[in-house]
């Protein structure tokens, strides 16, 4: 099996990216032959500005830019995709966003053309969602940016391509908590990231209740 962790921050000293480090450790850990590959999308200098090559490929006019093709390569290699990002204004980071814009694009992610029915491309692959916000869980409930976030996030982008997602996670008071808790959590993701793999939370839930 073999993991695609995708990172979403300017800063390698970040918690962000301490948490990405520890998924890799936990599947170091557990797994003797899974693999694992890291994108480190502002290291890496992806340009998450859609243009005009990327519309043509969302109007099929033409095929994807050469960077596009080399971030859906990476996907298509990978059986468990991991996005692991700081919560911005209760979303992704615009790198992250980008990515998503120019890399799900209309014809690989999903199929729709005004004479077909629409297609979900991305059935097989199984997502992991890792956001780190500094607000508190309270917060996230009483404003309703819990449930905002798995609607646009979860629902909205993974869902709507077919791709499951089987955990998604807000490691939250990120700069007044010690962080042990998460890096933790993010271990132990790490750990579990293939096991029982292609069942939901709620799909194990109800296995092991049956
Ligand atoms: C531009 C910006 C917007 C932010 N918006 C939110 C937010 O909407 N909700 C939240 O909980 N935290 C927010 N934060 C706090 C970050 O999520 C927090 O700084 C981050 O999780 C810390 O992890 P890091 O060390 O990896 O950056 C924001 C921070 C920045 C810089």
Not at 13 to 40: N, Q, R, V
Not at 70 to 78: L, N, T
Not at 83 to 107: C, H, Q, T
Request: with cysteine.
């Amino acid at each position: 099996m073999h993991a695609l962790i995708v990172v979403a921050h300017h800063d390698p000293h970040s918690l962000t990216h301490g948490l990405a480090a520890k998924i890799t450790e936990g599947i170091t850990l557990a797994h003797d032959t899974d693999t694992f590959e890291i994108a480190d999308l502002a290291a890496e200098g992806f340009d998450p500005r859609f243009g005009f090559a990327d519309h043509a490929v969302h109007h099929r006019e033409a095929l994807p830019p050469a960077d596009v093709l080399a971030e859906q390569a990476r996907i298509d290699r990978a059986d468990a995709l991991v996005l692991v990002y700081p919560i911005y204004w209760w979303s992704m980071p615009a790198l992250l966003k980008g990515w998503i814009d120019r890399v799900f694009s209309n014809g690989w992610a999903f199929d729709f053309s005004l004479d077909k029915p629409f297609v979900k491309k991305l059935q097989r692959l199984k997502v992991h969602l890792v956001a780190v916000g500094g607000a508190d869980a309270d917060s996230f409930r009483r404003h309703g940016y819990d449930e905002a976030m798995t609607v646009q996030i979860d629902h909205g982008i993974f869902d709507y391509c077919g791709a499951r997602v089987i955990s998604s996670q807000r490691l939250l008071e990120s700069e007044t908590l010690d962080p042990a808790a998460h890096l933790e959590a993010a271990q132990a993701l790490g750990q579990r990231l293939f096991a029982r793999s292609g069942e939901t939370a709620r799909e194990q839930a109800d296995a092991e209740c049956a």
